[in-house]
């Protein structure tokens, strides 16, 4: 015991130093002209967050201690504080923690010990970080324009939001007060063929729908020429007042005043396809048609003929109307076959079916354009036979 106490002295007070030095080691510091957030990214592409060993202690501690014997596997890691100093200015402060592995020749102190950066470590981290950010300066800056295009995209879907809650509030308004209010809502039927519903009370605003003969909508409001109509859903639609005609669908001529579009009952569509017309009639010869599968309800095998050509006006107007509306339509006229023991062909052109709707041919002159097979199926040959050769 008395010969280690002198060895063990120095030892001490060796240790005792380089704790205090360690302490006193102070951290670098330097600005640089970027946003905290970038300046974080470029430290952790740069590995600065994590830690590595050191392939000596040589010139990374102070002088006295790099050539101390008994260290070994010297590692080190960085203390980091980022300090924005403005939106494009960030204080980045370092100091380096180097520690060894302390094998004490008496066996009882032996251990990991801090030592004394030097300031290398952390005067070359910033000279990196400098370097680092002035070559990625590119990717590396706030995208500002894609920051803008996500503010006006998230404005733009606020706006879509009140716009919506708007509409959704006036709607429950419209709802709580209609009551008998129904009464006296105004509606308008279309007077032509393909009137124009536009999105603006303008002749220049884009097209919502084209309308057929007898389309009837609500009006929501008047402005000097034009009226706002309801469309399906929640849309609505511009439409000139010359182009349309007050009242219910019946308040007009042509074949809906004729009452030509009622139900008609007695019969029940069974089956409908499009394909090419197989008769000799010159007008739909070979054309695509739609045809329509009719046969009697009930019992009633025999239909009078009057109801007969009824059901296929019926079926002609409805069906044209469809056709009308539907973009993708490609067919040239409707035939309906009657499945009862007289049986009964009867067919028409789409282009007399709109002529007949738009009240340019009477009741008589389109059975007259129609083809009817056989004549006395469908009422007097007399009357309405010519239809058929032609």
Same mark, same amino acid.
Request: proline share 5%; net charge neutral; aromatic share 8%.
């Given at each position: 015991?008395?010969? /280690?106490?002198? /060895?063990?002295?120095?030892?001490?007070?060796?240790?005792?130093?380089?704790?205090?030095?360690?302490?006193? #080691?102070?951290?670098?510091?330097?600005?640089?002209?970027?946003?905290?957030?970038?300046?974080?990214?470029?430290?952790? $592409?740069?590995?600065?967050?994590?830690?590595?060993?050191?392939?000596?202690?040589?010139?990374?501690?102070?002088?006295?201690?790099?050539?101390?014997?008994?260290?070994? *596997?010297?590692?080190?890691?960085?203390?980091?504080?980022?300090?924005?100093?403005?939106? =494009?200015?960030?204080?980045?402060?370092?100091?380096?923690?180097?520690?060894?592995?302390? /094998?004490?020749?008496?066996?009882?102190?032996?251990?990991?010990?801090?030592?004394? #950066?030097?300031?290398?470590?952390?005067?070359?981290?910033?000279? &990196?970080?400098?370097?680092?950010?002035?070559?990625?300066?590119?990717?590396?800056?706030?995208?500002?324009?894609?920051?803008?295009?996500?503010?006006? #995209?998230?404005?733009?879907?606020?706006?879509?939001?009140?716009?919506?809650?708007?509409?959704?509030?006036?709607?429950?308004?419209?709802?709580?007060?209609?009551?008998?209010?129904?009464?006296?809502?105004?509606?308008?039927?279309?007077?032509?063929?393909? @009137?124009?519903?536009?999105?603006?009370?303008?002749?220049?605003?884009?097209?919502?729908? *084209?309308?057929?003969?007898?389309?009837?909508?609500?009006?929501?409001?008047?402005?000097?020429?034009?009226?706002?109509?309801?469309?399906?859903?929640?849309?609505?639609?511009?439409?000139?007042?010359?182009?349309?005609?007050?009242?219910?669908?019946? =308040?007009?001529?042509?074949?809906?005043?004729?009452?030509?579009?009622?139900?008609?009952?007695?019969?029940?569509?069974? &089956?409908?396809?499009? +394909?090419?017309?197989?008769?000799?009639?010159?007008?739909?010869?070979?054309?695509?048609?739609?045809?329509?599968? !009719?046969?009697?309800?009930? =019992?009633?095998?025999?239909?009078?003929?009057?109801?007969?050509? $009824?059901?296929?006006?019926?079926?002609?107007?409805?069906?044209? &109307?469809? !056709?009308?509306?539907?973009?993708?339509?490609?067919?040239?006229?409707? @035939?309906?076959?009657?499945?009862?023991?007289?049986?009964?062909?009867? !067919?028409?052109?789409?282009?007399?079916?709109?002529?007949?709707?738009?009240?340019?041919? /009477?009741? +008589?002159?389109?059975?007259?354009?129609?083809?009817?097979?056989?004549?006395?199926?469908?009422?007097?040959?007399?009357?309405?036979?010519?239809?058929?050769? &032609?």
């Amino acid at each position: 015991m008395k010969r /280690t106490g002198p /060895t063990l002295l120095p030892i001490l007070i060796f240790l005792l130093a380089s704790l205090t030095k360690a302490d006193r #080691s102070q951290a670098q510091e330097r600005e640089f002209p970027f946003s905290v957030a970038a300046v974080e990214r470029a430290l952790q $592409q740069l590995g600065a967050y994590r830690g590595a060993r050191l392939p000596s202690l040589s010139g990374f501690i102070e002088a006295e201690r790099a050539g101390v014997p008994n260290y070994e *596997r010297p590692y080190y890691e960085f203390k980091l504080d980022l300090k924005s100093l403005g939106p =494009s200015q960030t204080l980045v402060s370092v100091e380096a923690n180097v520690s060894a592995w302390y /094998t004490d020749p008496q066996g009882s102190n032996s251990g990991y010990q801090k030592l004394p #950066s030097n300031g290398r470590l952390e005067t070359d981290l910033l000279d &990196r970080l400098g370097d680092f950010l002035n070559h990625n300066q590119a990717t590396l800056a706030p995208d500002v324009r894609g920051m803008e295009q996500q503010i006006e #995209s998230m404005q733009k879907q606020r706006a879509d939001a009140d716009r919506r809650i708007a509409e959704l509030e006036t709607q429950l308004q419209e709802r709580k007060t209609s009551g008998n209010e129904m009464a006296k809502k105004e509606y308008v039927a279309v007077a032509k063929t393909r @009137v124009r519903i536009l999105g603006a009370p303008e002749d220049r605003a884009a097209v919502l729908l *084209r309308a057929e003969p007898e389309d009837e909508f609500e009006i929501l409001e008047h402005r000097g020429g034009w009226s706002q109509v309801r469309l399906e859903g929640d849309r609505r639609g511009w439409i000139r007042n010359s182009s349309v005609r007050s009242g219910a669908l019946a =308040s007009g001529g042509g074949a809906a005043a004729e009452g030509k579009l009622s139900t008609v009952p007695g019969f029940a569509v069974v &089956r409908e396809i499009v +394909t090419p017309f197989s008769g000799e009639w010159a007008r739909l010869k070979d054309k695509p048609a739609l045809y329509v599968w !009719a046969r009697p309800q009930g =019992s009633a095998l025999n239909m009078v003929a009057g109801d007969k050509l $009824q059901f296929a006006e019926h079926i002609f107007m409805e069906r044209y &109307r469809e !056709a009308a509306h539907d973009s993708r339509n490609s067919v040239a006229g409707v @035939v309906v076959i009657f499945l009862d023991q007289r049986g009964g062909v009867a !067919a028409a052109s789409l282009e007399d079916i709109r002529f007949w709707a738009e009240g340019r041919l /009477t009741s +008589t002159a389109f059975i007259k354009n129609c083809s009817l097979d056989p004549p006395g199926a469908f009422g007097n040959p007399a009357a309405v036979g010519r239809g058929a050769n &032609r």
